[in-house]
């Protein structure tokens, strides 16, 4: 009796999906507005910190994922990383809807693939 109720118990803990209800905290809208501030020269308080977050975002994604084997930058700083997404994010307003991280990873491949 008492393993029936702890397997019911952890069956209702256990979502539906692995993504059940996900969504990402930034989109690529929600990026491309930080990539603005970024690419602005005269910026206020509220931009500075949109900047660096967008920096930082893009830092994280690299950081995270470097040597995945998804992309292959050699010695590159954030400045170029960030330059790169940027550009993409520019040129594809299409994707704003997916998911930043996905976004960035996209740019990056698309700029320094892997050789086969």
């Known amino acids: ?27 690529g809208q929600k990026l491309h507005d930080k990539s603005t501030a970024y690419k602005s020269g005269d910026i206020d308080n509220a931009e500075l910190y949109d900047a660096g977050a967008y920096v930082y975002y ?5 950081d995270a994922t470097i040597g995945s084997g998804l992309f292959c930058p050699q010695n590159i700083t954030s400045d170029q990383a ?15 809807s997916s998911s930043a991280d996905s976004l960035v990873k996209a740019a990056l491949m698309k700029e320094w693939p892997c050789p086969k």
């Open 1 to 27: 009796m008492k393993a029936s109720k702890l397997i019911l118990i952890a069956t209702m803990l256990m979502p539906i999906s692995a993504n059940a209800g996900f969504n990402a905290f930034i989109n």
């Open 58 to 62: 893009v830092m994280g994604v690299v």
């Open 82 to 96: 960030a330059n790169v997404v940027s550009k993409y994010l520019n040129e594809h307003p299409e994707l704003w």
